[in-house]
């Protein structure tokens, strides 16, 4: 297993973060190309909106497994959380972009409304505000000037906006559809796999 784990490290440390970036926008140009070839559906804007969305989330999702990785399996991915972390807010900005411009079409008073009186709208938005200070701080002035302390106690606020995701998602989808749960479930197992569990003293 040291062996393996031992290629893995050496294979990531070779890989440049900027090869990552590039990657991430795959995603991006299959779905525009669905988009242009009619594969998206009858309803386009939607489900743009929604592949989109959860994107953003597996990126998120991903970026919250690389220090149980490292934890539990030895492997260091900690180069790449973020650049994972980049990509995930830049898929919910766009998320978010479909819906204001193409879904609502910047209709203010249906905006306001809708962010009050649905509550996965709400839910939705309350995790964009707070993956947005974390973006905006996500370079080395920010840690240097912020200081270290400051800066993960910032950063923490990752954990709340993932689940805060995983909810939205939950809530959007209509009727009882498992793969939204499993998103929900596995975020919540990588933050369980944080926590530091009392260990249980064995009796002689």
Same mark, same amino acid.
């Given at each position: 297993m040291n062996a &393996?784990?031992? %290629?893995?490290? /050496?294979?990531?440390r070779r890989v440049p973060t900027w090869a990552l970036y590039i990657a991430g926008a795959i995603p991006l140009i299959w779905i525009v190309g669905q988009l242009f070839t009619g594969g998206l559906g009858v309803d386009p804007v939607k489900a743009m909106e929604q592949q989109v969305g959860r994107t953003g989330l597996k990126f998120l999702v991903v970026g919250l497994a690389i220090t149980p990785l490292r934890s539990f399996a030895g492997i260091n991915l900690i180069r790449f959380r973020r650049a994972l972390?980049?990509?995930?807010?830049? $898929? %919910?900005?766009?998320?978010?972009?479909?819906?204001?411009?193409?879904?609502i079409q910047l209709l203010?008073? @249906? %905006?306001?409304?809708? &962010?009050?009186?649905?509550? $996965? &709208? #709400? %839910?939705?938005?309350?995790?964009?505000?707070?993956?947005?200070?974390?973006? &905006? #701080?996500?370079?080395?002035?920010?840690?240097? /000037?912020?200081?270290?302390?400051?800066?993960? @106690?910032?950063?923490?606020?990752? $954990?709340?906006?993932?689940?805060a995701g995983g909810v939205h998602y939950v809530m959007v989808v209509k009727g009882w559809q498992l793969q939204p749960f499993v998103y929900l479930a596995i975020i919540l197992a990588l933050l369980a796999l944080r926590l530091k569990w009392p260990r249980r003293r064995i009796l002689a």
């Open positions: &393996i784990t031992d %290629i893995l490290n /050496r294979g990531a972390g980049l990509l995930g807010f830049f $898929y %919910i900005l766009a998320h978010l972009l479909i819906w204001l411009l193409l879904d203010w008073g @249906q %905006i306001g409304a809708d &962010i009050v009186k649905r509550p $996965y &709208i #709400t %839910i939705g938005m309350a995790a964009f505000t707070m993956l947005l200070p974390l973006a &905006i #701080t996500s370079n080395n002035f920010s840690l240097r /000037r912020m200081g270290a302390a400051a800066w993960r @106690q910032l950063h923490k606020l990752t $954990y709340f906006a993932v689940v």
